[in-house]
């Protein structure tokens, strides 16, 4: 793939797969059970669109930081990824949980509200944790420019970690 999709593309399978493990470890909780019970959520579909939810999202904050650097603070990589994730928080909050929650028929919906935020809060964390975590790559995998070794049959990068250049 061309123009960095490929990287996007491993970026957005990275932070969808964290948001989605995030959301299946916060459902488990009893607050969770809970929330799913007041907001007549079931199960299964829950699963099923987080995975969905958490891949889009994903998309977005792997698009913006490998398409449009330019757009971020000159700050370190994982800052400019929970700085995305933030602005995804944020629009995720107001966009959908706020209004779904004034429109609902709870006999406490600011409650439920927080419990939301909370829950979203923790998986977009984890998406942009993982999104910054996918961006680094064995430097074995590296492309190669020949070899910048002086010793015969010695590999060409020492095999550390290097991080992706935005």
């Known amino acids: 793939m061309t123009g960095g999709w490929g990287r996007i593309l ?7 797969l964290a948001f989605w493990v995030a959301n299946l470890a916060i459902s488990l909780t009893p607050i969770a059970a809970e929330y799913r019970a007041a907001l007549s959520i079931p199960y299964v579909p829950m699963l099923v669109e987080a995975l969905a939810g958490g891949l889009l999202i994903a998309l977005g904050v792997s698009w ?9 603070p000159k700050t370190s990589p994982l800052r400019q990824a929970l700085l995305l994730s933030l602005v995804a928080l944020v629009l995720v909050t107001l966009g959908i949980e706020l209004p779904s929650k004034i429109l609902m028929n709870a006999a406490d919906p600011m409650r439920y509200f927080l419990v939301g935020a909370a829950f979203n809060t923790v998986r977009i964390l984890a998406l942009g944790l993982a999104i910054r975590a996918g961006s680094f790559r064995k430097a074995s995998q590296a492309p190669s420019g020949g070899s910048t070794s002086s010793v015969p049959g010695s590999p060409d990068r020492a095999p550390s970690r290097a991080p992706l250049s935005w």
């Not at 970026?11 to 969808?16: A, C, D, K, N, S």
């Not at 913006?64 to 971020?72: E, S």
């Open 10 to 16: 491993r970026l957005t399978v990275v932070g969808g």
């Open 64 to 72: 913006a930081l490998v398409r449009q650097p330019g757009w971020l």
